[in-house]
């Protein structure tokens, strides 16, 4: 069997995990190099999982030329221009959402992939997870008839750090995006324009930089159908993230999964096992079935699962709902990106 | 044991339950008169509960000084004008929802009331439904802190006959309405600010005749919570009625409750008993829990638990709600009704 | 509509409650008069409920020509005697399970009833539980085929008395008894063959007088299907009742239902509302379908569903139980009663 | 980080799983070779893991100086064997479940075992489920207080081949084995006393091998609880595992887990996933967590969480669960294995 030969840019928390997935879990690939901006990370991971040559920059990955592919998974600033870097070095890519929070620059990284031909994976890990996959598969088994109501509610464990509330573009960008695509993927429908409500209700200094921590997103889909998605950046109970689709002839709803099965009852009733905290543990299978995905299509010369228009919508949804949630009104999606209208 | 006297006014679907609530349920009350424009239905239900007199018009039981309290439960358009000759006559009075479709008249009504001294509990059954009333007394306790986001889905098994559609005064008045009083009793807080989305996706008659049969409503609370309610005039599946308040310390959620706990497992899966197709059926025991609170309420010589503002105040939700449709915009409560502001 | 003129003998906890259901519940029954040795106990459930007629003894009933049917609710000791009586008097029977914990008595009873023609109900009220209604319904529809196992787990939230345990029989014939009626109801089969394995492990006390507060009996059919039953006096979480039976098309399992829907999920895991803590809780519905399914059988002078048989079993079952746990070793039913064997 | 070289003897589905388990999931130990009597399936197995060997019989692994562990993986008739032979080698040993149908080839392996000092596990994977885990660990907590009541019910989608049926020694000893151990690992107690039914419901030629395909089995505990074990062969409705302990501050109960978490709610009610139907697929992860202990155990040096008593003892229930069935009688685990009164 020949192993497709992966490169990773970036060796914080998501590179790693997927460079252990990789190495553990997808013997069709192998991981040759990884770069990260603080080589001492790169070498570590290097030197855990066995990966023959770390670097501090992406050069010598692209120039590599045994490297098929490149995973992008360093800061969102760097994205698009290493995935313009990554194609005209011919080599495929998966990039970590977001593509980038400048829609030009997401144009420009996608004309660029167009160009070299090679195959463009973003990172809406969510869509691999087998609870929304497979209300997703009953919705397009037309088991639900014409989808009627689309509802998520996604909550955070914890708010990120300040100092990532910052730079992050805000909750519409960088935690609703991640529904946005789920709107999307569930209803296999476009939507049309947002309306958002948004509120400080978690933490003050979130506010005091501009962000909400609290929002709940109305969607308006071409088919006519109603989504409503609802975020919280802090939910005591952990990692909570649900959906249904309500639709001509039922409704599917993806509960949360739990760790086991257990149950205690006892005199103060009944206590089942707590919600995930960590993303991680709540999507461990999601992540893998991503990798898979990739290369799997590489393999297959097809078409990946997440192209990079299903990256660069929801960043245009992120913005038409902070515009909504700004100027207090619904806003169209192609008042901020007037090419989607075709 | 003295009873408390009844006279009941419409012997239609809703004022024949009440009847036999009383009539069985509530050893604490006695219907001794019911009256209605159709008298053999008056006559017929005064034959099957033993209910001494029957009459074809309502003012006999206002005259009848042994009568302590009437049930209003006659159409919509007569409820204000017999709630003012109610209170005129100086009985108790337990009046259907809504009040009126006109806020004007609601006023008059509430009014004349307040003149009287005498009790008016509004027919907003779903509070006295054990499930919402536990979600309710647990935020009530702080079980959850501050509340941040409210979440109701409420959908019917079919649409109403399209001739009720015409006068109802449309989804968000007739149907809505119940979601608009849940809203205020989960949340105890009042709402400032409504966003409505809505669609036909169910049957185009109904849109014919300028309803939808499909919306989402966003709703702003004054504490800055968020609420969105969703409805549906046909979920083939059953009686939907669902809640969630999300807060600071937890969540509560309140799925629907079902007939039996009988569940079979076989080579298609598990499956357990349907949904209640009925909201009769549905809120069986709210329906007799509300009758036996507002005879409490009149033997305590106390403010029933939904009063007349409770009355009100969804009605003015709906034209908001209304508005805020047709106006494709955010439509504060008090542009609707400036009362309100104070 | 002419209703049914019922006389109660016995007005203690259990013939208080069917005094109420039937004075609110049961429209096609009416209560003349109750009995009991206790008068004072007779004359507040008369005065409460609007019984005409209170009563030391039961000969005045049984005297009453108006009188179409007696429910007995009187001590274990005195049910065989009464029935006999009341089989003489011509009324129709409602009696308590056990009928006797002696089977000769037993015998002379039912034979009375044979005699006189008249109906006789047994009050196994677990059968007029909704849920417990719904497996039996799908088993007899055939929707897992042929039973090949039955569980059943039945748990008091407290030991009864230490008094009541010295006369109850024992909890194979006080307790465990309502298990062995259900293993027949919902198999619809009957038992051949029981092994019994007992413990003290509650309260020593109960061992202290030849009893046990745990057991698992196991159960052969003469279909060849097996049963187990396990009972504890003592669940500290609440009153247990599940039941499942498996076959060869699936699996039917009933589980507890609670009194709401509410959830609470906070950062100690989800919470449910606790089980019910008392029998007439978890029962209110099916002492009530209980009752109506009597007054049903009168009217249309038919078999009831819980005949003398189906009263008398049971308590051979508990009889073969309890020698199976003295002689550790399995018994079959005609080792207590040959007469079965027919 | 030096890895455990590991030599696998049985490339069979079992054997093949570790491999697999061993190659991706576990970085501390590797497979450097693999032995089948089929050599074809040894180097295919080689060839797909790239193990480095491949043999025909085990004798080459046990002198391999490298090889620090085995795992005994072929059929059981050899298992007995090729422990004391691994023994003898020096080799640590993961052995499949049963060590052998044979007591006393069960005590000579053990002796060989313990003589040679070598770590040995026996390969009961369904301890290492997070279910069973979890329910272990809260009984072993406390939280439950003394057990009482222990069940387990435990189904299979379909019976094994006939052949296998013939040489298992039954459904006691090749299915209930794995009740025996679940009983003893979530009780922390040991069996005195089994009383067996049994029954053949399923396939008549079971019955006609002398097996049963149907049975219930009441244990007696040292410390007075009691347990009910429940087996079907043929379970249409999936791979059916649960377990429920009740003692005297509460019960726990654990439940089948599903492969996700979508439900459809549609005009035939709701219906979710079905249950796996592969006890590979069921115990997934539970077969990597049995590696990485056996593993860690190595490299901890410290007594693995399976001994070989644990092995043992199981065998010892299935023969006296056999005879109970045979003789219809209780069979104390001393009659067939009179040391273990010690």
Not at 55 to 69: H, K
Not at 102 to 126: H, K, M, W
Not at 186 to 212: C, F, K, Q, S, T
């Amino acid at each position: 069997m020949e192993r497709i030969r992966i490169g990773i840019i970036g060796a914080g928390r998501i590179g790693r995990l997927h460079a252990e997935n990789l190495t553990y879990y997808i013997p069709e690939a192998t991981v040759v190099a990884i770069a990260d901006v603080a080589p001492q990370a790169a070498e570590e991971c290097a030197h855990d999982l066995e990966i023959p040559r770390a670097f501090e920059g992406p050069t010598p990955i692209f120039e590599d030329r045994n490297v098929e592919a490149v995973l992008i998974c360093s800061s969102t600033d760097t994205h698009a221009s290493l995935i313009e870097q990554a194609a005209e070095a011919g080599k495929h890519i998966f990039c970590e959402k977001p593509i980038a929070l400048d829609i030009p620059a997401i144009d420009r990284s996608l004309a660029a992939v167009e160009r070299a031909g090679v195959l463009l994976q973003i990172g809406f890990n969510r869509r691999f997870d087998p609870n929304f996959r497979r209300a997703h598969e009953l919705v397009a088994a037309g088991k639900i008839g014409k989808p009627h109501v689309l509802r998520i509610t996604s909550r955070d464990p914890e708010p990120p750090p300040l100092e990532y509330v910052k730079v992050s573009g805000g909750l519409f960008l960088d935690m609703m995006i991640h529904d946005f695509d789920m709107a999307r993927y569930l209803m296999a429908d476009e939507v049309e324009e947002v309306y958002a409500a948004g509120a400080v209700l978690v933490d003050p200094r979130i506010g005091d930089l501009g962000d909400v921590d609290t929002a709940a997103v109305t969607l308006r889909f071409r088919s006519g159908a109603i989504g409503v998605i609802d975020n919280s950046r802090r939910a005591i109970y952990g990692y909570d993230q649900r959906a249904e689709v309500f639709g001509e002839k039922g409704t599917i709803t993806v509960s949360n999964p739990k760790s086991n099965t257990a149950v205690l009852s006892d005199s103060s009733g009944d206590s089942g096992p707590p919600l995930y905290h960590f993303f991680t543990d709540r999507y461990t299978e999601a992540y893998i079935a991503e990798m898979a995905a990739f290369i799997g299509s590489i393999k297959g010369g097809k078409t990946p699962p997440v192209t990079g228009r299903d990256g660069k919508i929801p960043v245009v949804m992120g913005y038409a709902a902070k515009r909504s949630y700004e100027e207090h009104r619904p806003v169209r999606l192609t008042e901020i990106d007037p090419g989607l209208a075709l």
